[in-house]
């Protein structure tokens, strides 16, 4: 058995923002375009990034106050259960964390261009990561999954395949 | 143009720990089982986990000082550029923030185990997420991706599937 220390507070700086062109954008459109400006300190990390079609973006929510944080999701219609905050994308989880996997349309010098990002203007971007991700030689993309049968309801069988760039 | 707020340095709370049961294990074999053991106040946030095979982890990566963090990774083969840090995994970024896919193998209580969780033995957990999303009726799994021509070389065009489930 090994001692794990002890977790403390953890602190992290944003490398950027999201931009949007208009406050009224509907951020679930998948299509929809946004813009992540980069801070110019760290516009150097960007290079090369160009050569991926999709990116991870990992976000802060920072609209959500922590009143509105929850463990539990009640169940809001007959058949929807109710389940823990880990089992959900909510917003309202005790890391206000978001992570949305993207299409990078185009670098502008320390800004991308980016399709299918969920996050509200002003969301301090946390970090930014290719995908897919490799080990030993693989890429890793999995597409044999199991998913709860109230959403499986709701949402069709078929996945939707962004662009292909390959 | 709307005016983006300035950006503060954001604090996150740990929500557990990952676990590994020896010192010497390799945390980038694809079949190694983890432990991630979630803080008891927030083992609610579990309930229904299990109804999901695949979990995406968001780690913090203790071990990475400062000094070590850079913006560009060298490349150190004949053939492999200097790229950004934001177009690499590299753990020396920014935010030392990890992500990674796993599969739930089980829950016990406030316990997941899991397999291919590549966090080092004591990484604080800050989200667990389901995998994968979805939007407006769909699930959203992207299988047509382009990736750097330098990786292409290493990485086999195949992608490795995880064990079906459904």
Chains 1, 2 share one sequence.
Request: charged share 25%; with cysteine; net charge positive.
């Amino acid at each position: 058995m090994i001692i794990v220390p002890s977790s403390n507070t953890i602190e992290l700086c944003p490398i950027g923002v999201v931009h949007r062109q208009r406050s009224d954008e509907d951020v679930n459109d998948g299509e929809l375009i946004s813009r992540i400006v980069v801070d110019k300190k760290y516009a150097d990390g960007l290079v090369g990034i160009e050569d991926w079609s999709h990116l991870y973006v990992i976000f802060w929510m920072n609209r959500i106050s922590d009143e509105k944080k929850t463990l539990l999701c009640l169940g809001n219609e007959p058949k929807m259960p109710t389940v823990g905050i880990f089992a959900t994308r909510a917003p309202v989880r005790p890391n206000q964390i978001g992570l949305t996997l993207v299409e990078l349309v185009r670098r502008e010098r320390n800004v991308l261009v980016v399709k299918g990002l969920d996050a509200l203007h002003g969301s301090p971007v946390l970090d930014i990561k290719p995908y897919p991700y490799w080990l030993k030689g693989h890429w890793i993309v999995v597409t044999k999954y199991k998913t709860p049968a109230y959403l499986r309801k709701i949402n069709k069988k078929t996945t939707r395949e962004s662009q292909s760039h390959e």
